[in-house]
């Protein structure tokens, strides 16, 4: 008994130490808002009573431990790692009792999985939050997110009962709670709440959490802060005078893969009557692509931003596009460090332009493939070969540059600028995440002009796109879950009174308007839904302080800071090896291409003496009708072809693209495809009877132009030797036969190797061999010798017949 009193007394003196080391060092007195906590209406640790007196006050800590995690509890145990803790639908908004805006009843439903070979207790969900914190700062709400920020969210909501769950098992539960009700009835301002959702097993082994947030809409406190005629604070207006976010969404529409059909390659490369020259490659969307266009019939505010090659399958969807981006979503952030190596390859500016995107969107949007031969196309040699549309011009509509793989530095933005774009997507790398340093529309001198920069909220970018904003952030791993951020984060900067607190840094003074303007760029890399995508955005259409703003109207206004330009391009060393490798690999089948032109094609019979009766910009003509035109000029057709090259050449660089280096292939296939129209005809074996023999080789020219080559030959052995051809020109889609002298020495079998060589000499085309037997035995010489000495005989054997003596006898 004097034991356990001893120690009853030590650990109360210890306590009352510990009490006046603290209030001695003023410690709690120092954190961030605590006097304003203080100063708001008390509330008790746990659930409240009936009478709605509560007891102890809401805190924050500037750690990482959450207060709620009991003594002595982690948060998972090492038996239950993979076990989760998931919401699956949630209520984003709520308002007061009163309230004509936000719903009054707020609802979570969560689930707990077991996916182990271990079986967990029967537990406890729970949901809390701290009513008097209202966040005002990324940084504080991304802590939270990820259980790094120890705010002591001790207001109860609701608890849940939960089953023992065996191995493999998963229950969920709802919890609901009226915002008349404790902890919601001590809300008192506008602004986000964290949320969090914890599991205890009743063994106390296992400790889940998942922190969210909802987004109290006391619409009264919002609607008396701010301009009373609808100002944003940025220069635009609005019609509600509640409405205190402007945003902009931008979607782009782009290819993941291109298909190439090899029937219709094989078609265009021999120039037959009839070829789509634009049908060979098709593209399948990114799905995030397709979601949008799905998306844009029910919530208007989405502006597609698409490849110009990719117009016809928004269009074939019944949507419009409101911009264009670079042709084939090229990587013009990359390509600008690296110019000199794909000017080799035939890509430069003037292929990625302004002007061409422009006049694709215009003439291509009733194309399948948001292409076709009536449209302008990227330039192939070098200069613009855009030309403007003869038929009645569409809609026009808005080039902007996309960023690509590594960020806009002060030499893509120039090389974008000299490009044709006035306006850029930065989509990382030129914003800050903070209000403080974050604006949406933004100013970049270049040393040819000024270019107006769209950055992206990257948090709000990724919610959006159906990924979480970090891997941290547990509360986010669902739909349901993105969504409770998305509201919280468009609601940052708004939170008015003593409830708006930044636990670790309070916002600066000249930063209230830091979020009443934002835009939103989706990505490509994330994996949004139809379903996911369709709710996101009807919720932050429930959110009466976000107002919409047509991409156009946005990059009108008026930029709200200096862009702030990084050094470097962020391209790792994967990336740039890549680029690298894929450069050299274009310029080498484009010089390829450019040698069959000039050393295979006949150079005086496969071009017209009159060139003024063909038009050289074949993919910028309006009424070629999708098809490919035969041209007496075989410049035209050569023309045709690299400028495909070019396409293949982007897609290669395609932003969005999963297999750059199918593209790339798709581009050596086309070179290599015009070489395979002139052939040699596989010869059949030939059997000598003598020494000397002639092997006949058939030429097959599958063009439509006269080609001049030559036939190279070798002998497998030196028992058999044979002659080359002379150059011959066979004419267009014709065969030509040429024979070529063999000679045997010794008898055998062996082989002759043959190739096709260009005007220059040198060989295209894979070798073709074809047997060559001798069945002599003897050589034709000891055959004469023979045939001699028999004749000789005989004539012996005759003159002894008449010149002999006959015996008396006979």
């Known amino acids: ?38 100063a708001t209406p008390a509330y008790a640790e746990g659930t409240g009573d009936s009478d709605g007196s509560h007891g102890t006050n809401g805190g924050i800590t500037d750690d990482s431990t959450a207060l709620t995690v009991a003594d002595g509890a982690s948060s998972t145990s090492a038996s239950d790692t993979t076990a989760s803790l998931t919401i699956t639908a949630s209520t984003p908004i709520v308002g007061p009792a009163d309230s004509s805006t936000a719903p009054t009843a707020y609802s979570l439903t969560v689930t707990v999985s077991n996916p182990t070979d271990t079986a967990i207790d029967a537990g406890t969900v729970e949901a809390s939050m701290n009513p008097d914190v209202a966040f005002s700062t990324t940084e504080d709400m991304q802590s939270w997110a990820e259980g790094a920020l120890g705010i002591w969210a001790a207001g109860v909501i609701a608890t849940a009962d939960v089953g023992r769950l065996e191995p493999g098992a998963s229950q969920t539960v709802t919890l609901t709670n009226g915002t008349s009700e404790y902890p919601f009835n001590e809300c008192s301002g506008f602004g986000a709440r964290p949320v969090l959702v914890s599991f205890d097993s009743d063994d106390g082994a296992t400790h889940l959490e998942s922190h969210t947030f909802v987004t109290y809409d006391d619409e009264s406190a919002l609607s008396g802060s701010g301009s009373s005629d609808g100002s944003t604070g940025d220069g635009t207006s609005d019609d509600s005078a509640a409405s205190r976010v402007t945003l902009a969404i931008a979607a782009p529409v782009t290819a993941q893969s291109w298909t190439t059909d090899s029937d219709t390659l094989a078609s265009v490369t021999a120039a037959r009557e009839g070829s789509d020259l634009f049908s060979v490659a098709s593209p399948q969307l990114t799905p995030l692509a397709s979601a949008a266009i799905d998306a844009k019939a029910k919530h208007t505010e989405i502006s597609l931003v698409s490849d110009p090659l990719c117009l016809g399958s928004v269009s074939s969807q019944g949507a419009a596009a409101s911009a264009a981006m670079q042709p084939a979503a090229a990587d013009i952030t990359a390509m600008a460090q690296t110019s000199s190596d794909w000017s080799a390859a035939g890509i430069d500016s003037d292929s990625v332009s302004a002007a061409s995107a422009a006049n694709l969107a215009q003439s291509g949007s009733g194309s399948q493939n948001g ?41 893509s933005l120039g090389y974008a600028h000299d490009a044709g774009y006035s306006t850029v997507v930065s989509t990382s790398g030129n914003t800050g995440t903070d209000r403080d340093s974050y604006a949406a529309v933004a100013s970049a001198g270049t040393a040819s002009g000024s270019v107006t920069v769209l950055n992206a909220e990257s948090t709000m970018s990724s919610l959006l796109s159906g990924q979480a904003s970090s891997d941290q952030a547990d509360g986010e791993t669902t739909a349901s879950g993105r969504i409770n951020r998305l509201i919280a984060q468009s609601a940052l900067g708004l939170a008015s009174g003593d409830s708006a607190l930044s636990p670790l840094r309070p916002a600066s003074d000249d930063s209230a308007n830091g979020y009443t303007r934002l835009f939103v760029a989706l990505s490509d890399a994330a994996s949004a839904t139809n379903d996911d995508l369709d709710a996101m955005l009807s919720a932050l259409e429930s959110a009466h302080w976000v107002s919409f703003q047509s991409l156009d109207d946005f990059i009108a206004s008026a930029p709200a800071a200096t862009a702030s330009i990084p050094t470097d391009t962020g391209l790792d060393q994967s990336e740039s090896a890549y680029l690298s490798s894929t450069a050299t690999a274009l310029a080498s089948s484009r010089t390829s291409m450019s040698r069959f032109f000039t050393s295979v094609i006949d150079p005086e019979k496969g071009q017209n003496t009159d060139p003024s009766q063909d038009n050289p910009q074949a993919l910028s003509r309006q009424d070629a009708q999708q098809t490919a035109h035969i041209s007496d000029n075989a410049q035209v057709w050569e023309t045709d072809l690299t400028t495909l090259h070019t396409l293949y050449g982007l897609h290669a660089l395609d932003i969005s693209i999963t297999d750059g280096a199918a593209a790339t292939k798709d581009a050596e296939n086309l070179a290599s495809g015009l070489f395979a129209n002139v052939s040699i005809q596989q010869p059949n074996s030939v059997v000598m009877m003598s020494t000397t023999a002639s092997l006949p080789v058939t030429i097959v020219n599958n063009t439509p132009y006269p080609v001049t080559v030559s036939v190279d030959a070798r002998s497998g052995a030196t028992i058999l030797s044979v002659e080359d051809s002379d150059s011959i020109t066979v004419a267009g889609r014709s065969e030509q036969q040429v024979t070529l002298p ?54 012996g054997g005759l003159w002894r017949q008449f010149h002999r003596k006959k015996d008396t006898d006979s």
């Open 1 to 38: 008994m004097r034991t356990t009193a001893f120690r009853t007394i030590m650990a109360f003196v210890s306590c009352v130490a510990l009490a006046c080391a603290v209030i001695a060092t003023g410690a709690p007195w120092s954190l961030p808002g605590l006097a304003a906590l203080q």
């Open 371 to 411: 292409a076709q031969s009536g449209s302008a196309a990227p330039s192939a040699s070098g200069t613009d070969s855009a030309q403007p549309a003869q038929s009645a011009p569409l809609e026009s509509i808005e080039s902007i540059a996309w960023q690509g793989r590594g960020s806009w530095t002060a030499a």
């Open 742 to 795: 063999l000679t045997a020495y010794s008898s055998g079998s062996t082989y002759v190797g043959l190739r096709l060589l260009d005007a220059q000499g040198a060989p295209f085309n894979s070798e073709l061999t074809v047997t060559v037997s001798n069945s002599l035995r003897l050589n034709d010489q000891l055959g004469y010798g023979i045939i001699a000495f028999a004749v000789l005989l005989t004539i």
